[in-house]
């Protein structure tokens, strides 16, 4: 941090990763100050700055050490965060940088976890601490049960089809308590109060009408005469089914709609891909299995513009991933059932590879970006 950037985030004021405290701010909102940080987007901490974004200075000694305590003692798990000071009109002012934590979620040592909303700080909701521990790996939604579920909210036929392609296993020659063995083993059907449900999983792999039950997991596709969702609409459809099935009847949808430029080779037109299906394919594969099924209110939308495609899905990337280290291969799933099970039925493979592969095919028309809580990928033509 030199004395510009100082001056900058005064400057700009109080928001999403700055805040200012002055240098008589107690130990305790230091602390709820890091773990807003650390459990959203990371951030900037200002000691010696009062709310005006006027200079008080902080005078107390040992600041630095005062600072790690609060890191070690009053945040659970502890932090570790950047510290550094700057003099500006012979006031010290302390600049606490705290990264987006890799160990969510985190709390204050009263057993409160802290998220940053615009310039202030607020305890998580149920549903926002959930997104927290998911994040982090700690707790996977997909294999959570969906209430008021059971064996008769499953397809049998596919249930048969993906044990026996996949594990040579005649399911429908099974008995039940056979068949309700292999169910319960998979995480298809997971603990509820005294019985058994259906898993977010298992519904959207097997369910016999999915979006019944979870409504979030259709895919609204849309197509655009120009570049701009004010433009004149041409088509809108909301498109259902098991995961398989939004991704093949979306995909279908996107061919239909897309342009296919030619070029006169000889005597004769040849058409081609504005962007390969392989490509679509992947991304569409991408959106189904590693979206947040546990944001309720929300959508995958895929949009055909008159210049690109684009897919935003709900969530934002997993904890421990950036979009640079997906770029590169790095993955840590988030619906780790999703995975498994798309894996056997080859939609994907788990391995990483899938946006590598359409950078390589794609280079700069292809761009990966988060927006708040939406992960988007544009693919340009």
């Known amino acids: 941090m030199d004395r510009q950037k100082l001056n900058e985030l005064i400057e700009q004021g109080e928001n999403a990763t700055v805040e200012f405290k002055s240098a008589e701010v107690r130990a305790e909102s230091v602390a709820r100050e890091m773990v807003a940080f ?4 990371g951030g900037t901490l200002l000691l010696g700055v009062e709310d005006s974004g006027a200079l008080s200075g902080v005078t107390r000694e040992g600041c630095e050490e005062w600072i790690a305590n609060i890191a070690r003692s009053n945040v659970v798990p502890a932090l570790a965060p950047s510290t550094s ?26 057993g409160k976890f802290w998220i940053r909303v615009g310039s202030t700080n607020r305890q998580a909701t149920k549903e926002e601490l959930s997104r927290l521990f998911q994040m982090a790996g700690l707790v996977h939604f997909d294999i ?28 429908l020659e099974l008995d039940a308590e056979e068949q309700l063995r292999i169910l319960q083993n998979a995480d298809i059907l997971v603990p509820l109060d005294q019985g058994w449900a259906v898993s977010i999983g298992g519904l959207l792999v097997f369910g016999k009408d999915p979006q019944r039950r979870a409504p979030q997991a259709s895919v609204v596709f849309a197509v655009y005469r120009g570049a701009s969702l004010t433009d004149e609409l041409i ?54 299995c590693h979206r947040d099924y546990s944001i309720v209110n929300q959508r995958i939308s895929v ?37 498994r099970h798309l894996d056997n039925l080859r939609y994907i493979d788990g391995l990483g590879r899938g946006v590598p592969m359409m950078l390589k095919i794609m280079g700069p028309n292809l ?15």
């Open 38 to 41: 650390a459990n959203t987007h």
């Open 144 to 171: 959570s049960p969906v209430e008021s579920t059971g064996l008769s909210d499953l397809e049998p036929k596919l249930l048969d089809s993906y044990w026996r392609t996949c594990y040579q296993i005649p399911y």
């Open 303 to 339: 949009y055909l513009f008159g210049d690109r495609l684009e897919i935003t899905s709900p969530g934002r990337l997993g904890n421990t991933l950036s979009i640079e280290k997906i770029k590169v291969g790095n993955s840590a799933p988030r619906n780790m059932f999703l995975l």
């Open 85 to 110: 000071v700057l003099e500006v009109a012979g006031k010290k002012i302390w600049v606490v940088e705290v990264s987006r934590g890799p160990h969510k979620p985190y709390q204050t040592v009263d």
């Open 235 to 288: 088509d809108k459809k909301t498109v259902e089914g098991t995961l398989p099935e939004l991704v093949e009847r979306t995909a279908a949808l996107v061919k239909l709609f897309l342009p296919s430029p030619s070029t006169v080779e000889g005597l004769q037109r040849k058409e081609h891909e504005a962007i390969p299906q392989k490509v679509i394919r992947e991304a569409l594969v991408n959106a189904v």
């Open 367 to 381: 761009s990966l970006e988060e927006i708040g809580e939406l992960f988007r990928v544009t693919l340009r033509y």
